[in-house]
């Protein structure tokens, strides 16, 4: 963890357009979530824009002690095919704040993908640093670049 987030890249073959629009539909998040703890998302604006908001019900990791929960999501920065990113909060907003971001640029052979989870906003951002929480979310953001990219290269 550096600082206040955790981030992962990798070089996808397939165009920053492609990516964006799979980024941008929420309903497709359980389908690329590499942590399994997205159940499903319900499909608000699709597909997503500045300011637009979607719930997600996420379930357990097997890593963790967390039960079934709902999130409320707020898109904060939307940069059509280049970025995007969403704070996430539960409990009416008495819970969460980390923000998620995906960050589009052009590369050799495709997109270079970059993905961030950011803990600088959230609530409990003492809990969720500690232990092995950095470790298992760098481990399913890597395994969401491996399902984006086994997605649309194929």
């Given at each position: 963890?550096d600082g206040n987030?955790?981030?992962?890249?990798?070089v996808i073959k397939?165009?920053?357009a492609?990516?964006?629009?799979l980024?941008?539909?929420?309903g497709?998040?359980?389908?690329?979530?590499?942590s399994?703890?997205v159940?499903?998302a319900a499909q608000a604006?699709?597909?997503?824009?500045?300011g637009?908001?979607?719930?997600?019900?996420m379930?357990?990791?097997?890593?963790t002690?967390?039960?079934?929960?709902?999130t409320s999501?707020?898109?904060?920065?939307?940069e059509?095919d280049?970025?995007?990113?969403?704070k996430?909060?539960?409990?009416?907003?008495?819970?969460?704040?980390?923000i998620?971001?995906?960050e589009l640029?052009?590369s050799d052979?495709g997109?270079l993908v970059?993905?961030t989870?950011d803990v600088?906003?959230d609530?409990?951002?003492?809990?969720i640093t500690s232990?092995?929480?950095?470790t298992?979310t760098e481990?399913g953001?890597r395994a969401?670049?491996e399902?984006?990219?086994?997605?649309?290269?194929?």
């Amino acid at each position: 963890m550096d600082g206040n987030t955790v981030s992962v890249e990798r070089v996808i073959k397939a165009p920053a357009a492609q990516i964006f629009a799979l980024l941008t539909d929420a309903g497709k998040h359980a389908s690329i979530d590499g942590s399994d703890s997205v159940n499903h998302a319900a499909q608000a604006s699709v597909p997503l824009s500045m300011g637009a908001k979607f719930p997600m019900a996420m379930r357990g990791r097997k890593e963790t002690l967390f039960i079934p929960y709902r999130t409320s999501n707020t898109v904060i920065e939307y940069e059509p095919d280049r970025r995007i990113a969403w704070k996430t909060t539960a409990m009416g907003g008495r819970f969460g704040g980390r923000i998620w971001r995906y960050e589009l640029s052009p590369s050799d052979g495709g997109t270079l993908v970059r993905e961030t989870w950011d803990v600088s906003q959230d609530k409990q951002k003492w809990m969720i640093t500690s232990a092995s929480m950095p470790t298992l979310t760098e481990r399913g953001m890597r395994a969401t670049l491996e399902r984006i990219a086994r997605l649309l290269e194929s």
